[in-house]
């Protein structure tokens, strides 16, 4: 089970961190990436961790402002949102894959478990 939390309302140039908990699985064998869903586009992945060693990765457009993060003694991911824009407004959503090889936890096709999203606004 996955419960993302700490969407919020913030300015431009704003901060959220938001949380990921996981629950039923071990970190160590699936990996976890963020997604987020704008209004009237489809869904994108945005950055995720690998299970067993922790390798993070980003789309172009995230590096520098987005930073993932996980805790495996509170089974949770973080995803550290800084220098928000207004075009990250969105539904951003955690989910899991399974750790297919080395590098899939960067082909965010192979996630297939989703948590529910919590909203993110971003105001100009």
């Known amino acids: 089970q996955l419960q993302a939390s700490g969407g919020g309302l913030v300015h431009a140039g704003g901060s959220l961190r938001l949380s990921c908990a996981a629950s039923?699985?071990?970190?160590?064998?699936?990996?976890i990436g963020w997604f987020r869903q704008a209004p009237g586009k489809e869904r994108e992945g945005v950055s995720s961790?690998?299970?067993?060693?922790?390798?993070?990765y980003y789309i172009q457009s995230m590096k520098g402002r987005f930073t993932i993060s996980r805790d495996k003694a509170k089974s949770t991911v973080y995803l550290q949102m800084n220098n928000l824009k207004p075009e990250d407004t969105a539904v951003y959503y955690c989910?899991?894959?399974?750790?297919?090889?080395?590098?899939?936890?960067?082909?965010?096709?192979?996630?297939?478990?989703w948590g529910q999203g919590t909203q993110v606004t971003v105001s100009s």
């Open positions: 989910a899991t894959a399974r750790v297919y090889y080395s590098g899939s936890y960067r082909d965010f096709t192979l996630y297939d478990y």
């Open positions: 961790i690998k299970g067993s060693d922790g390798n993070t």
């Open positions: 039923g699985f071990s970190f160590d064998h699936y990996d």
